[in-house]
């Protein structure tokens, strides 16, 4: 995968919850509930592909470096442009601090 514009992103995965999303942090890490189990890859697949909607990128621009049988994980999102990368920079620190919950419930 070629580009410059890459998202190296600290994963805690939960898995077997309700849906997949983004869940605040946990740490440095950004947790996300899973909603597969941790059997046969479900969960990274799962992984894998809410971050593909999640970033609005195919599948094939995200990659599992490191994690592939724990719950820390880190994911290399690949983005066209620095532009790109600057909004899936803005979105992961409104998840991390939960501020999109907030808005929510207000």
């Not at 941790?38 to 990659?63: H, S, T």
């Not at 719950?71 to 601090?97: E, P, Y």
Request: charged share 20%; net charge positive.
């Amino acid at each position: 995968m070629a580009g410059a514009h890459v998202l190296k992103l600290p994963i805690h995965a939960t898995p077997g919850a309700k849906r997949t999303e983004a869940a605040g942090a946990h740490g440095a890490a950004l947790r996300v509930r899973l909603g597969a189990p941790p059997v046969d890859g479900k969960a990274n697949a799962a992984l894998m592909e809410w971050a593909a909607r999640a970033f609005a990128v195919p599948k094939a621009q995200v990659q599992l470096l490191h994690g592939q049988t724990g719950r820390q994980k880190i994911l290399a999102v690949h983005f066209d442009s620095a532009s790109a990368l600057a909004s899936a920079q803005a979105q992961v620190s409104i998840w991390m601090t939960g501020a999109e919950k907030q808005d929510k419930k207000s």
